[in-house]
């Protein structure tokens, strides 16, 4: 790694510029037609100075959050600069540097908006490099700034940034990421008075700051995507333990739980039930559990994704997930889809749907 310092003097005049121990004056000619590429420069080291906000111990969440509306303003401006640029500009090489500025101002942008802990918008702006370049980041060879802190010259305003190539700048933002756990509300079924009655609630997980403020903004695009109708609420929550329920009981309660690094299952969040019945007496009753909680019942349960988990002693081979989705028909889906459905042997589940009278038997 390596860094770079650029200090402002605060004791002379406002324009001179001290950089490496020397004084630049300005130039005392007329301004000079500025290329499109300096143009793009520009707004790129306007994001960059906003890593310095992130030096101090406590930054107040409305200053973050001011910081990060302005950073997603230039990245916007710069994404516009970009498609006017493709209709008039018409050497290939200016476009391509153009462009390579513009995802490194993502990317920038990746980085704030995860210090920020908005972990969310830093995946969709990294996922924005991804699209500008046509490869993944960690394959581009260039080098850009990683953090920033303030200098220690005195009388000036110095602003040393720490570079960083991009395998170390993926690994900074993987390292956030683990932070949170992609969760995807598959929200159907519901009118609009259901929609708003849903509440999802944090009962436990750590209680830092950080995972506090990510708790606070994922709970908050939660309400608002359900209520204005999407159908797949996708948030990111920090890790712990959930509880999603409905204050006129349009729902079925669920309980969550998420570890770090987990890639769980969609929730489905319907009105309807169904219930699982054991016909098996033997060694393989298994035991169930739904995003990441043991069933205490297996009555009324909310449809979704279930792992099995099978008790000691029992030589059948078991699925490691069913999943059951409502529709005209239940469907039901094993993984591994292809079991050993020829072995002897009475069937182990038995799916009851609601209303009671429709009964699905999976034999394995």
């Known amino acids: 790694m390596s860094y770079r310092a650029i200090s402002r003097s605060l004791a002379s005049a406002p324009l001179v510029l001290l950089v490496a121990g020397a004084l630049l004056a300005p130039s005392l000619a007329g301004p000079q037609p500025r290329s499109e590429v300096e143009r793009v420069q520009d707004i790129y080291r306007a994001i960059t100075a906003y890593q ?28 516009n600069r970009l498609a006017t640029d493709q209709l008039f500009i018409d050497d290939p090489v200016e476009l391509e540097r153009i462009r390579e500025w513009v995802a490194k101002a993502h990317l920038q942008a990746a980085l704030l908006h995860a210090r920020g802990v908005d972990l969310e918008s830093s995946i969709v702006e990294f996922e924005k490099v991804t699209e500008l370049l046509g490869r993944h980041p960690a394959q581009w060879d260039v080098e850009i700034e990683r953090r920033a802190r303030r200098g220690t010259l005195p009388e000036v305003r110095e602003i040393v940034y720490e570079m960083a190539r991009m395998p170390e700048v993926v690994e900074d933002l993987r390292t956030f990421w683990s932070t949170g756990v992609v ?3 598959a929200v159907d079924d519901l009118g609009p008075d259901a929609r708003r009655s849903l509440v999802l609630e944090r009962t436990g997980g750590r209680v830092d700051p ?7 903004l994922a709970r908050e695009r939660f309400a608002e995507r359900v209520v204005r109708g999407e159908t797949e609420v996708r948030v990111v929550l920090p890790p712990g333990k959930y509880l999603l329920s409905s204050q006129i009981g349009a ?14 299952d969609p929730v489905i969040v319907r009105p309807e039930t169904f219930s699982f019945q054991l ?13 990441g909680v ?13 792992t099995v ?14 999943t059951v989705k409502p529709a005209r028909e239940v469907s039901l889906r094993t993984e591994p889809e292809k079991l050993d459905y020829v072995r002897e042997g009475q069937p ?15 034999r394995m």
Not at 294 to 306: E, I, M, V
Not at 348 to 362: A, E, K, N
């Open 294 to 306: 043991p069933l205490a019942s297996l009555q009324d349960l909310p449809y979704g994704t279930f």
């Open 309 to 322: 988990e099978a008790p000691a002693g029992c030589s059948r081979r078991l699925p490691d997930k069913i």
């Open 279 to 291: 016909a098996t007496t033997d060694a393989c009753r298994p035991h169930l559990l739904q995003n």
């Open 348 to 362: 182990i589940f038995l799916f009851i749907t609601t209303p009671p009278g429709s009964v699905y038997t999976l």
């Open 183 to 185: 969760t995807r509300f």
């Open 52 to 79: 310095v906000l992130f030096d101090r111990d406590e930054v107040s969440s409305k200053l973050v959050q001011s910081a990060l509306y302005d950073v997603s303003r230039y990245v916007e401006e710069l994404d």
């Open 210 to 216: 950080f995972y506090i403020a990510a708790w606070e």
């Open 251 to 264: 729902v079925p309660k669920l309980a969550l739980r998420f570890e770090a690094g987990q890639v769980p």
